[in-house]
Nanobody, 123 residues
Framework: QVHLVESGGGLAQAGGSLRLSCVAS????????MGWYRQVTGKQRELVAA???????KYADAAKGRFTISRDNAKNTMYLQMNSLKPEDTAVYYC?????????????????WGQGTQVTVSS
C-alpha cells in the first residue's frame, strides 16, 4: 500500500477557495489512478475527482466546473483546487491511490487511503 498524507483543509466561506495537497510515499509515476473522495458523517464516502498518470480525469457532477484535480508526479504530490465553495462541500476529504479508474466511483475498490482532512464551508 501507498502511504498518503493530505494537507490544506480548513475553514472557508461560501464562494471561497481551498487547495488540498496529497503527498505519496512512492513514485507517482508508478501509480496509475489517484483521486479525492469525501465523506460526511453518516453518509457513504463518494468520489470527488480522479486522475490517471497519463492525465485523464473524472469528476463528480458536484465538482465539475468548480474543482480541479492535478498531479505533479515529479513531486509525488496530487492537488485538488476547490473554487466557489458551497456549504454542502463540507466534509472530510480523503486522498486515494491505486484503484481501477473505470470503477473510481466505488470507494471499496481503493487500495490506499490518506488519513483525511476536514473542509468546512460556512454560509
Amino acid at each position: 500500500q501507498v502511504h498518503l498524507v493530505e494537507s490544506g483543509g480548513g475553514l472557508a466561506q461560501a464562494g471561497g477557495s481551498l487547495r488540498l495537497s496529497c503527498v505519496a510515499s512512492e513514485s507517482m509515476f508508478e501509480i496509475n489512478s489517484m483521486g479525492w473522495y469525501r465523506q460526511v458523517t453518516g453518509k457513504q464516502r463518494e468520489l470527488v475527482a480522479a486522475a490517471t498518470s497519463g492525465g485523464t480525469t473524472k469528476y463528480a457532477d458536484a465538482a465539475k466546473g468548480r474543482f480541479t484535480i492535478s498531479r505533479d508526479n515529479a513531486k509525488n504530490t496530487m492537488y485538488l483546487q476547490m473554487n466557489s465553495l458551497k456549504p454542502e462541500d463540507t466534509a472530510v476529504y480523503y486522498c486515494a491511490a491505486t484503484f481501477p479508474f473505470s470503477r473510481a466511483t466505488m470507494p471499496d475498490e481503493v487500495d490506499s487511503w490518506g488519513q483525511g482532512t476536514q473542509v468546512t464551508v460556512s454560509s
